[in-house]
């Protein structure tokens, strides 16, 4: 089925030809322009590498398909999505954006505080991101996303980035 990337109510775009980064235009043939489809998501030159997939500030659902994706957070969410497919030791949450953000020059977010991944109740992970870490700024975490079937004690330093 490929990469592709859904925004609640609106139609899916999918395949190898939809052009640069998420539209909210359709472009693809026998989509009217004014369809608010959302396309596939690629790199700046066009081509795609491996799966780099952004998260919008809205409940976002990706997918990434077949292959290495990179989940790519740059921005603290309204609300919250998922992500669908999370294939552990080959799929990335890059969340280095957000890191980058909050000026954190530590080397374990989740000693420090700034990252927590908790259960969903329902097999999932959560994942929780603190811009200030044990600061009082910030009391309670941004949840980032939540990766559907995936457990949080499966989760190890090669899933995620943060430099």
């Known amino acids: ?49 491996g799966g780099h997939l952004t998260a919008w500030n809205g409940p976002d659902r990706l997918v990434g398909g077949a292959g290495a994706d990179h989940f790519v957070f740059d921005k603290l969410p309204w609300n919250a999505g998922h992500v669908a497919d999370f294939q552990l030791g080959q799929d990335v949450l890059d969340l280095r954006p957000l890191f980058a953000a909050a000026g954190y020059q530590g080397t374990d977010p ?4 700034y990252l927590t991944f908790e259960s969903d109740g329902n097999g999932g992970t959560r994942v929780l991101f603190d811009p200030d870490g044990p600061g009082a700024a910030n009391p309670w975490p941004f949840q980032i996303t939540t990766l559907d079937g995936v457990a949080p004690s499966s989760l190890s330093g090669s899933d995620w980035l943060a430099h």
Do not use: F, I, S
């Open 1 to 49: 089925m490929g990469l592709h990337h859904r925004h609640p109510g609106r139609r899916l775009a999918r395949g190898p030809d939809r052009g640069q980064g998420l539209r909210r235009r359709a472009t693809a043939a026998g989509h009217r322009p004014d369809a608010h489809v959302d396309e596939l998501w690629r790199d700046p030159d066009g081509r795609r590498r």
């Open 110 to 113: 989740l000693a420090d505080g």
